[in-house]
């Protein structure tokens, strides 16, 4: 986060930066403790972490920031649990999905 900067703005920022894409956020759907969050520079952190739910203003490939993320893929929310994952985001996407979201 920048000085200044709500939760909100920040992930909006990060996400227009890191893939081009402009989202409407929705809610927050799941927070918790993260250890040993890897910072790009070699070093990690303890803080926490705030998944929320969004949805896109235009759906479209996303313009990958090439020094943080490789690849992308377009997945429903049952699908992504097949998926090898951290166990915090396991978490948050079964929140979504109780929360009778549609997946």
Not at 48 to 72: M, Q, W
């Amino acid at each position: 986060m920048e000085n200044g900067e709500t939760l909100e703005g920040a992930l909006q920022r990060e996400l227009r930066e890191e893939t081009g894409l402009t989202v409407r956020i929705v809610k927050p759907v799941d927070a918790g403790l993260v250890y040993g969050w890897p910072t790009g520079n070699g070093s990690r952190v303890n803080g926490v972490g705030i998944t929320y739910f969004c949805t896109l203003n235009r759906r479209r490939a996303p313009k990958l920031s090439r020094i943080e993320h490789d690849r992308f893929v377009w997945i429903r929310p049952r699908a992504a649990l097949l998926l090898e994952l951290r166990e915090s985001l396991r978490t948050a996407i079964r929140a979504y999905l109780a929360d009778g979201s549609t997946a």
